[in-house]
């Protein structure tokens, strides 16, 4: 009688914990995918403002609140008494107060063990980049190779975040067409390049303006535009590496603070702030116009410049159907300069920049 009431308490114990464990499991997977449907949305645009910068972290940092998802209530319909009802309720509380404390744990673990194995794959690169190397080169077709030669210098970047598995080339600032140079997580400015600045609408702050190439183009589109009625607003232009640099480092150090291992917290960040160096502004290339929300696209003003950017050299360069390409959010007020024959022809396409140069 005794042996089979311990029995009877081992197999209740055994499928309590085997509750908790599934129960855990399909928290954390759910988890991962709004964390990683969250993260898609790499938000260039947090970098530009306090304001952008948070709400976008909400989005990142929402988790599945177990009480909303598991509902007690319901789940206890059958329960008669009052008595009961609370006995029931607070073995779930217990169970989700377990399942929380302990996907807290796992998720401060797993980063420790990330970056433990990162360090140590860090120690042994040269084998990994040659093989690297070998298969880019084999399976590159030549048409392929000669397009992407534009974008890319073929040197591979000395990148002080390489240890978070960043590991781009630098992008080919000698490009025989400058208007081409391709800015982005794969093709990076170097750490010292600085454009050479103008401002594109007089008057304007520092951090509006653009390279001297291009701050005379968008000052024509500026006064076609206001000839029709409709203001260009400039909101940020340039921005330089070093500051591009410390809102990336502000944001892991960010990540850091809340036990997360360092490799680990570089990339949450990078889902947040563009790298420095990956950024269109760091080259003076792009303008951010006349607002940092998606319904920009509802306005006039963004409804102008579908239909007249081009013809001052203009592109909508972060599209909401190229997202998976660009790894950018759809930023209808980012507009980068490509010259007027490049812009009709992208647009015309329907592909995206790195479409165009047939890196992807
Ligand atoms: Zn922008």
Same mark, same amino acid.
Request: proline fraction near 4%.
């Given at each position: ?111 420790? +063990? ?68 391709? +800015? ?177």
């Amino acid at each position: 009688m005794k042996m089979n009431t311990i029995i009877a308490a081992a197999a209740a114990l055994i499928i309590a914990v085997a509750g908790i464990v599934a129960i855990k499991t399909v928290y954390e997977k759910k988890s991962v995918e709004l964390k990683n449907a969250a993260g898609d949305l790499s938000a260039e645009s947090s970098v530009l403002t306090d304001e952008t910068e948070s709400e976008t972290f909400k989005v990142r940092s929402f988790n599945p609140d177990p009480a909303e998802t598991e509902n007690p209530e319901t789940v206890t319909d059958g329960a008669s008494s009052t008595a009961e009802k609370e006995t029931e309720k607070s073995v779930f509380s217990t169970i989700r107060n377990i399942v929380t404390a302990s996907q807290t744990v796992t998720e401060k673990v797993t980063s420790q +063990v990330k970056d433990i194995t990162e360090k140590t794959t860090a120690a042994k690169p040269s084998a990994t980049a040659g093989r690297a190397e070998n298969k880019t080169t084999t399976t590159s077709s030549p048409s392929k190779a000669q397009t992407s030669a534009a974008a890319s210098s073929g040197k591979k970047a000395d990148y002080e975040y390489s240890y978070a598995g960043f590991n781009p080339q630098y992008a080919n600032m000698d490009v025989a067409d400058w208007t081409l140079i391709l +800015v982005n997580r794969d093709y990076i400015l170097p750490e010292d390049y600085v454009p050479k600045l103008a401002y594109s609408v007089e008057g304007d702050t520092d951090s509006k303006k653009l390279d001297y190439r291009v701050a005379p183009h968008y000052n024509e589109m500026y006064k076609a535009a206001k000839a029709d009625g409709i203001i260009l607003d400039t909101v940020s232009g340039y921005r330089s590496y070093s500051l591009q640099k410390t809102n990336f480092e502000n944001k892991i150090a960010k990540y850091e603070n809340q036990g997360y291992g360092r490799a680990e917290a570089t990339r949450m960040a990078a889902k947040i702030i563009l790298p420095p160096g990956t950024s269109e502004h760091n080259a003076g290339l792009a303008m951010d116009i006349c607002s940092l929300e998606q319904s920009f696209e509802n306005t006039k003003e963004f409804r102008w410049l579908m239909k007249n950017a081009e013809r001052f050299g203009f592109i909508l360069r972060y599209p909401k159907d190229k997202q998976d390409i660009t790894e950018i959010i759809y930023e209808p007020w980012h507009w980068r300069y490509v010259g007027v024959e490049n812009a009709k022809k992208i647009n015309a396409s329907g592909l995206c920049l790195e479409e165009y140069l047939g890196v992807k």
